[in-house]
């Protein structure tokens, strides 16, 4: 039996429900809710399984925060005895507009400190489904951006994109990322300044970043 482990990054917690920087967990549980399945609390994170077609895929929301994210990817890689090629990791993204899906099947960190954390222990060859959230924010207040709820008209641009990261995460186990990426990466790309991606770079000193 194939598994995957497909992973949402975001931080534990109240005060981190539907901000951007969350986005990752958003969309698990937008999966757990549509495969009736039901998080648990356990080692580095917040754990369910499903059945897709004979193949196993187990779901994992980090409860390290954000910056320590390579803690539990690589504890549940191990545990579950996951190659990493069968591994996803689901992201938001400050360089795409709002709703806006990017899958890649490796790559650098673009400057998230979740991604980065994670390529430090196992390395950039995993895939990879960047959510955009927008960077509609002036200089440096990207850590307020990140961190700030998403608003009532916000949340209604980036439903389609949650229900298209569901499909996105099916095809993945089923398909296969090449086909997958051909399928449904989105055409729009835009990029931030370069004083944006210094602020970004810069916001280390918090865990939750």
């Known amino acids: 039996m194939e598994k995957y482990l497909i992973v949402g990054l975001g931080n534990p917690g109240r005060e981190y429900e539907a901000t951007r920087h969350n986005t990752g967990f958003m969309i698990l549980d937008a999966f757990a809710k549509a495969s009736n399945i039901v998080f648990e609390d356990k080692r580095y994170g917040f754990v369910t399984s ?17 910056n320590l994210s ?32 990017r899958l890649r099947g490796n790559g650098s960190s673009g400057g998230h400190n979740g991604l ?6 196992i390395g950039p060859q995993y895939a990879r489904l960047r959510v955009g959230i927008g960077n509609e924010f002036s200089h440096g207040g990207q850590i307020n951006w990140v961190l700030g709820r998403y608003n009532e008209k916000e949340l209604k641009t980036l439903q389609p994109a949650i229900e298209q990261s569901v499909e996105i995460i099916k095809s993945f186990a089923l398909a296969g990322i090449a086909v997958t990426m051909n399928q449904f990466n989105t055409k729009e790309r835009i990029s931030f300044g370069d004083e944006r991606g210094k602020d970004r770079q810069m916001a280390v000193g918090r865990e939750d970043i």
């Open 50 to 66: 499903t059945m897709v077609k004979g193949r196993k895929l187990c779901l994992l929301k980090p409860s390290t925060f954000m």
């Open 70 to 101: 390579g803690n539990a990817v690589r504890y549940w890689l191990d545990k579950e005895n996951i190659p990493q090629e069968r591994l996803l990791v689901v992201v938001d993204d400050l360089a795409l507009p709002l709703g806006a899906l």
């Open 116 to 121: 980065g954390h994670i390529q430090q222990l």
